[in-house]
């Protein structure tokens, strides 16, 4: 952690419970939850594209854009901790060959050296988004 105060230990804590439960998804899981997005899209799509709607149709329309957005919900929150997750395994793998590199291991220093430009690039693309 970069800084060591209570507000960021408890982002912390929940990150870690977040990713925890994110990689806790069976497979099974992850089945069931693509096949019902998949389900709500098709019918969403379906019913979108028709140019008269019956009133059946148009309370199921609304149904399901009702349902939609919490799903897209969860599932843009958990991309977004398996992004961090990957970022941070990222930053420590990085960070980990500098030292070696800095300690005269020449294998480290290559390594290093390819990394560089990309890790220098996606520092910049972060700090232009904030």
Same mark, same amino acid.
């Given at each position: 952690?970069?800084?060591?105060?209570?507000?960021?230990?408890?982002?912390?804590?929940?990150?870690?419970?977040? !990713?925890?439960?994110?990689?806790? +998804? @069976? $497979?099974? =899981?992850?089945?069931? &939850?693509?096949?019902?997005?998949? *389900?709500?899209?098709?019918?969403?799509?379906? !019913?979108?594209?028709?140019?008269? +709607? @019956? $009133?059946? =149709?148009?309370?199921? &329309?609304?149904?399901?854009?009702? *349902?939609?957005?919490?799903?897209?919900?969860?599932?843009?929150?958990?991309?977004?901790?398996?992004?961090?997750?990957?970022?941070?395994?990222?930053?420590?793998?990085?960070?980990?060959?500098?030292?070696?590199?800095?300690?005269?291991?020449?294998?480290?220093?290559?390594?290093?050296?390819?990394?560089?430009?990309?890790?220098?690039?996606?520092?910049?693309?972060?700090?232009?988004?904030?």
């Amino acid at each position: 952690m970069l800084y060591n105060d209570d507000e960021i230990r408890e982002d912390e804590k929940r990150f870690q419970e977040n !990713l925890k439960a994110v990689r806790s +998804l @069976t $497979e099974k =899981e992850k089945q069931i &939850l693509t096949e019902q997005m998949d *389900k709500l899209l098709d019918g969403l799509q379906l !019913l979108t594209s028709k140019p008269n +709607l @019956t $009133e059946a =149709e148009m309370a199921m &329309l609304e149904k399901l854009k009702e *349902k939609i957005p919490p799903i897209a919900e969860k599932i843009n929150a958990m991309k977004a901790t398996l992004d961090e997750s990957v970022i941070r395994q990222s930053n420590a793998y990085y960070q980990h060959i500098k030292k070696l590199a800095e300690e005269g291991n020449e294998d480290a220093k290559k390594i290093y050296e390819d990394l560089k430009p990309a890790y220098q690039a996606m520092l910049k693309e972060q700090l232009g988004e904030n």
